[in-house]
């Protein structure tokens, strides 16, 4: 990363706060992002929303921008695919929320890549993962794989925090806890005070949103 792009995205990082500590003026782009994620403006008054935003910005700053120095080139591409193949960009925050854009990570559960496939799912997706190749670290392979597997959740359930939080918990699950929670409305499945969906999922729906608000505050620097 270039030596001035690092000094504006560290720039960046370093004003926010003197614009105070609500999410509608910490981050500018609040709204594209929520509406990206099919979320209503309101949304960022969510009160469990804000507490975890509150808590948890400064350490997601600081771990935003150790990966856009260290693997810029890799956001750089993985926006350029997700540009190719007609998807949003903000959909880069799910591969982020998975791998901090570690194109050859692999969990100890046997995820791997941008997008933490596992290899049934990935092999599902027609990509090669064997002794020899794994698809799944590669940025633009994985990617349509992503891509096709993200719009054919979605075509289900027509909303794309429903579809962010089926990425981490199954489709099957996503769908069960709508019909126990007789809603897809977000603050009912995101409530602490029931048990819908994990903890887990309700708490990566929030880090994706957190992540893509700082992402798009002007602190991915393309050029």
């Known amino acids: 990363m270039c030596s001035y792009k690092k000094t504006l995205l560290l720039l960046s990082l370093s004003i926010l706060p003197l614009f105070g500590n609500s999410i509608e003026n910490e981050f500018q782009d609040y709204r594209f992002v929520l509406n990206e994620f099919n979320l209503n403006d309101n949304f960022s008054k969510n009160p469990e929303f804000k507490q975890f935003v509150e808590e948890n910005k400064e350490f997601y700053k600081k771990n935003y ?6 693997r810029f080139f890799i956001a750089d591409e993985l926006q350029t695919q997700l540009a190719l193949n007609d998807a949003s960009p903000i959909l880069m925050y799910i591969s982020f929320t998975e791998s901090s854009l570690n194109s050859t990570l692999v969990s100890k559960s046997g995820a791997g890549g941008l997008w933490q496939f596992m290899p049934p799912t990935a092999r599902d997706l027609s990509l090669t993962v064997d002794s020899n190749i794994d698809d799944r670290k590669n940025t633009k ?3 349509k794989a992503a891509v ?3 719009t054919t959740m979605n075509k289900d359930f027509d909303k794309w925090y429903l579809t ?3 990425y981490n918990c199954g489709p099957n699950k996503m769908k069960k806890a709508i019909a126990e929670a007789g809603t897809d409305d977000i603050n009912v499945l995101l409530s602490e005070n029931n048990n819908y969906l994990p903890d887990e999922t309700k708490k990566y729906l929030k880090k994706i949103l957190l992540y893509a608000m700082i992402g798009e505050n002007h602190l991915f620097v393309q050029n």
Do not use: C, D, G, V
Request: charged fraction near 20%; glycine fraction near 0%; aromatic fraction near 6%.
């Open 148 to 150: 096709e597997y993200l």
């Open 141 to 143: 392979l994985a990617t």
């Open 164 to 166: 962010a939080m089926a």
């Open 65 to 70: 921008s150790k990966a856009i120095q260290e």
